[in-house]
């Protein structure tokens, strides 16, 4: 259920590899962008140097795009900043799938990834786990997560979990990557009276030790104030 337009492994690398060096060094990007099939894409401007997504094809129903995406910033008590994107309808007639078909993901945070999740807020989009698990791509759920080895899909559709593997500090991630990497897809429900909206809201985890860490020094702050107070 790929593309009509196949590019070799090696030019898609390629691509995406030049894709991730624009997010580090273009100064800024356009804050929403028109992708076509009745959508258009939407992220804070604080993200402009760091999201770009790309219309890849549009057949019908069916928008098939590619996403990068730079994390920068390093977890704030075992949390990282989200990056979340907002799909809005922008047209009375609208495709009813956005596929992502591949992303490069830097991890420049400065700590390793063991868990990855993405979430779809709202109620105008859900997570369609059967065209994923059948759109060519290798198990658990049929979009290449290597290096992570497990992935879920949650009961109500909203939420996918990834973990079991590392994506090391500084490294690019690349889920659905290559002609054999597979897909992701959402159902979305267009609605030509009151346009639809949702947003897609990835996050990563940070490594257990850096928790730990993370949870040290936090302890050790409060230990410090303590003292303080009762000096």
């Known amino acids: 259920m ?45 993200w402009d140097a760091m999201v770009h997504l790309q219309t890849v094809s549009l057949d019908g129903d069916v928008l098939i795009i590619s996403k990068t995406a730079e994390f920068t910033q390093p977890p704030v008590n075992g949390i990282f900043p ?35 999740h993405i979430d779809l807020l709202g109620g105008n989009a859900v997570f369609d786990s059967g ?36 994506v090391q500090a500084g490294q690019v991630w ?4 290559g002609p054999t990497g597979g897909q992701l897809w959402l159902q979305v429900f267009p609605d030509s009276e009151v346009h639809a909206l949702f947003t897609l809201k990835e996050a990563p985890t940070p490594e257990p030790a850096t928790l730990c860490l993370l949870a040290l020094g936090s302890a050790s702050l409060l230990i410090r104030r303590g003292r303080r107070v009762a000096g």
């Open 131 to 166: 065209l994923t698990a059948r759109s060519g791509g290798p198990d658990p759920i049929g979009w290449d997560i290597a290096p992570f080895a497990k992935a879920a899909f949650t009961a109500t559709l909203k939420r996918l979990d990834i973990w079991d593997g590392v």
């Open 2 to 46: 790929k593309s009509n337009v196949r590019v070799s492994a090696a030019l898609l690398a390629l691509s995406l590899a030049c894709a991730v060096m624009a997010l580090m060094t273009t100064p800024a990007a356009a804050a929403v962008v028109s992708l076509g099939g009745g959508w258009q894409a939407s992220w804070d401007p604080s």
């Open 82 to 116: 989200p990056i979340p994107i907002t799909f809005m309808q922008i047209s009375d007639v609208a495709a009813k799938y956005i596929v992502i078909e591949n992303e490069a993901i830097l991890n420049d945070t400065g700590v390793d990834w063991t868990d990855f």
């Open 174 to 177: 690349w889920p659905g990557g």
